[in-house]
């Protein structure tokens, strides 16, 4: 590994001003991904800054949103789930990533800000319809994340900028969600797609819908014409059938070592119909007080 200089801020602001100094400098939060890029010399950082010590960018608080630090470990998230209603499906995704080692250390910042096509959190914060609030040396704008993502390892976080939180809003009885994906192995490997629904309803019939896909695009995607086929109806087979032809279509997947592109869009069917249909489930629980 190259040498790199090592800043240890307190604040927000003084994280900023280290960002604003160096066009290298990144900010280093769990590193489960950045130190074995340095180390495979990956990466062009000459120097880090830590966000360890800032306490406000860490910790979870519900004011009219749901509002998670950036730096709050998937460990932590998943350990106040259940006290701070965590959605379903960000649960599932925050569960899925890497090992528990990983987990201890790995954020949901860190996670998304990697910006890889195939995170699992990132399916799931577009269909809970997330935001992400940046700020810079000016203050702090909102970033809805179906507009955050730019490419592959590119996101609207820029060099001067620093992502704190991620806002999602308040669940309320009639929502559902779920996170599904497939991969060859049950743990410690990267999604080879994976599919995020939230669904709302009123008595038995959708009344608003998010389909996200992950892994089968070169950024996580929202199917927005798969989802307004749900919108206005109960979740029947035929019904569910063409939303999912729909999600199918709407991605575009490659060929690489790990599946083709037409495993990957055969994928989604299957794995957007379990979502739906799981979805769908918990919102009518919900909508009913059963959850």
Known sequence: MKRFDYYDPQSIHECLELLGGNTRTIPLAGGT??????????????ALVSLRRIEELNGISTNGVLAI???TSLASLLRVAESHTIPAALCEASALVGSVQIRNAATLGGN??????????????????????VSDRKGERKVALAGFFKGPGITAVGQVDLLTRIEIPTARSGWGSCYLRHTPRS???LAVAGVAVA??????????????????????????EAAQRL???ECDQQV???????AAAACAPIDDVRATAAYRRHLVSVLAKHAVLKA???????????L
């Open 199 to 224: 669904i709302c309803v009123e008595g038995t019939s959708v009344v608003d819908a998010r389909i996200a896909l992950g892994a089968v695009a070169p950024i996580p995607m929202l199917a927005e």
């Open 112 to 133: 998304i800000c990697n910006a890889a096509p195939s995170a699992d959190t990132a399916p799931a914060l577009l269909a809970l319809d997330g935001c992400a609030i």
């Open 69 to 71: 630090g950036a730096t």
């Open 231 to 233: 919108i206005g109806k």
């Open 240 to 246: 569910v059938d063409a939303a999912v032809a729909l």
């Open 33 to 46: 991904d950045l130190i074995p890029r340095m180390r495979n010399s990956a990466s062009s950082a000459t």
């Open 280 to 290: 769908y489930a918990r919102a009518c629980a919900s909508e009913k007080g059963a």
């Open 187 to 189: 743990r410690m490997d």
